[in-house]
């Protein structure tokens, strides 16, 4: 029964091109969410998707930044032209039903150089 | 918006007791959670509070008074593996997404 999975786990990028991160949830979940982890500093949400649909961005910065949950396949968060602000540990967290415990996976840790 | 406030760091000894206090304020609660993380790792649920109470689990146990914004972690019989950073989030509505405080680096010593 594996986890919520990430790749990858760590990336390196230099700064103006484009990250992207992946995110495949536990079985039977449907519903994903980002979160980005700054050092030193609480996670914060960026974004929930459900299948093929985006439920909640509030948490995205409004240039950049993409997500999106496909049918079929991982959710994947593309982070376009990079910048060294944008290094972080990417978290995503899934749930089966509403009202459910989040269950995250292990991170990506972004490095922009 | 929401506030969440809990203390940056901790110590305490191996064998102890230690209560990580939040604080949150916050229209439309929808319950309050405690994972671990250990560094470098991804969080760790520990537990989840919705009703006024307390819920115990094994070693540890949460805590939440509604009406005063406020939930405790405690966690007994301290051991080694339990340094590890504490993060209360708060959830609001029907969206499930959580609001997270910044963390308590709990140290355990011997």
């Known amino acids: 029964n594996a986890g919520v999975m990430q790749n990858p786990r760590h990336l390196v990028r230099r700064r103006g091109q484009e990250a992207r991160l992946r995110c495949s949830p536990m079985?039977?979940?449907?519903?994903v969410y980002w979160y980005r982890q700054l050092p030193e500093e609480g996670l914060k949400f960026m974004v929930y998707?459900?299948?093929?649909?985006?439920?909640?961005e509030s948490g995205m910065p409004k240039e950049r930044f993409s997500a999106e949950f496909p049918k079929e396949g991982p959710s994947i968060l593309r982070i376009q032209q990079v910048v060294r602000g944008d290094s972080a540990a990417y978290f995503c967290?899934?749930?089966?039903?509403?009202?459910?415990?989040?269950?995250f996976g292990p991170g990506t840790r972004l490095t922009v150089l | 918006g929401q506030n969440i406030d809990q203390p940056t760091e901790m110590t305490a000894t191996e064998g102890a007791i230690v209560q990580i206090n939040c604080t949150y304020q916050t229209s439309g609660f929808n319950g309050l959670f405690w994972y671990q993380q250990h560094a470098g790792e991804a969080p760790t649920f520990l537990s989840y509070n919705v009703l006024d109470g307390l819920e115990e689990k094994g070693r540890f146990s949460s805590f939440l008074s509604r009406s005063k914004g406020y939930s405790y972690l405690l966690l007994k019989e301290l051991q080694m593996k339990d340094s590890a950073s504490y993060l209360c989030a708060v959830r609001k509505g029907g969206g499930n997404k959580l609001t997270f405080g910044t963390g308590t680096q709990l140290k355990v010593e011997l």
């Open positions: 079985k039977g979940h449907s519903h």
């Open positions: 998707l459900q299948k093929e649909n985006i439920i909640d």
């Open positions: 967290a899934s749930r089966r039903a509403p009202e459910d415990t989040q269950y």
